[in-house]
């Protein structure tokens, strides 16, 4: 496969996973290519944990309102810092944006879906503190993401894509022509 063909192939899938489990080698390969993304003043704000402990998914899974992805075999949890990169700028949203996409595509690469599951965690409820607070993370990380990774059980539905000329243009913005 090649990168465009994971770039075609990827969608946001939220449905049931097969209840195969994911070998570590894989969830290894996935998170390498996170790490290898692009960081701004190469911070490496970006840190990762692998979650395939069917007790600490259970445990995860009480704290996740409402409940997603709960066949999930395995999950991964992105944790960010904010660490001051270049003047008073912190890249961190784009450092852990870029690990998280190289993931997804990784992971469609290796017969994979998943999702990637931010706001549903970052809102007033404060779950990815929760989930940081199972894991062990300090206090200095903030959960930012989860990805659960599986293969699924359920047919891949694709979202339609606005056309080509609506969003990219050649030599200036030419919206309307």
């Not at 993304?37 to 309102?65: M, W």
């Not at 993931?103 to 599951?117: I, N, P, R």
């Not at 929760?130 to 694709?158: H, N, R, W």
Request: proline share 5%; aromatic share 8%; charged share 25%.
């Amino acid at each position: 496969m090649t990168v465009l063909d994971a770039i075609k192939n990827r969608t946001s899938y939220r449905g049931e996973y097969k209840s195969i489990g994911v070998p570590r080698n894989d969830l290894i390969k996935i998170m390498e290519a996170g790490l290898a993304a692009p960081s701004g003043c190469n911070k490496q704000t970006t840190s990762l944990i692998a979650v395939d402990d069917a007790e600490v998914l259970r445990e995860l899974r009480r704290v996740i309102h409402p409940p997603v992805a709960e066949t999930a075999p395995a999950i991964i949890c992105v944790l960010t810092r904010k660490i001051i990169a270049y003047r008073d700028r912190c890249f961190n949203i784009q450092d852990y944006s870029a690990a998280i996409q190289n993931m997804l595509l990784t992971a469609v690469e290796l017969g994979y879906q998943s999702c990637w599951y931010e706001g549903h965690i970052t809102d007033i409820d404060a779950i990815g503190r929760k989930m940081a607070d199972i894991l062990g993370v300090p206090a200095d990380y903030e959960l930012v993401c989860f990805l659960p990774i599986g293969i699924a059980s359920q047919p891949l539905t694709y979202r339609d894509k606005k056309a080509f000329a609506e969003r990219a243009w050649f030599n200036g913005f030419r919206q309307g022509e």
